[in-house]
């Protein structure tokens, strides 16, 4: 039978921390779907979409990983698609304290769940969706942190000038389609 894992998480947005774990993931499960989390409770910079859209985009064809997403909790989500293990980075000791809990308190809502967590790489332990987005917000590179993709989407959003290391023709397209700032929360 094919081996299959849940890797859930806000990707708001998604970073080269998420996509290492998804690669990564890749070879112990036959089978990933990477699921955004859709909690009203957070101000969001990217839609469920575009995030959707974000981790696409930045994995390209890769035929064993599904994109999808979820409302309420994780666990009712897990029984819905029939798949009881999840999968979840970890970077810091302060991740393990929320992880364990969450681990933890999953179980106790579904009894077969369990959870895997991947260490984070060297290149990866201090990269988090907040922090990325709080310096692309004031105009630090963010290059080398998220995937070509993603670094055009937070130029868009911010409507910054696009990176000098961005490509040529990357920068057209964020140029082309500065939006303005306003966007932000209220969706
Ligand atoms: P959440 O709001 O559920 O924590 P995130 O998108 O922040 O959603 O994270 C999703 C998962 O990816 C979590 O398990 C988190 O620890 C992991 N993760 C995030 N960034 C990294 C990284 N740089 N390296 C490894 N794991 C990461």
Redesign the pocket.
């Known amino acids: 039978m094919a081996s299959e894992a849940i ?6 947005p ?5 996509f ?2 998804i690669n990564r993931g890749l070879r112990l499960f036959d089978r990933l779907t990477v699921a955004v ?1 859709n909690n009203p409770n957070k101000v969001a910079l990217f839609s469920v979409q575009e995030r959707k859209e974000l981790i696409r985009g930045g994995l390209g064809k890769e035929p064993r990983v599904t994109i999808d997403s979820f409302d309420g909790l994780l666990t009712s989500y897990a029984r819905e698609k029939g798949v009881h293990v999840i999968l ?4 810091a000791v302060s ?1 393990f304290d ?2 364990f809990q969450l681990a933890n308190m999953n179980r106790k809502l579904l009894p077969d769940f369990e959870s895997v967590f ?1 260490m ?2 060297e290149d ?7 922090l990325v987005r709080e310096v692309a917000e004031f105009g630090g590179d963010v290059a080398g942190l998220v995937p070509p993709n993603v670094l055009v989407a937070l130029t868009r959003r911010f409507g910054g000038s696009p990176p000098a290391r961005l490509s040529a023709s990357a920068a057209r397209a964020a140029k082309s389609a500065k939006s303005p700032r306003g966007r932000r929360g209220g969706r």
């Open positions: 890797y859930p998480g806000s990707f708001d998604p970073t080269n921390g998420h290492s774990i989390a979840r980075g970890l970077r991740d929320y992880e991947m984070t790489g990866y332990f201090y990269i988090s969706s907040r």
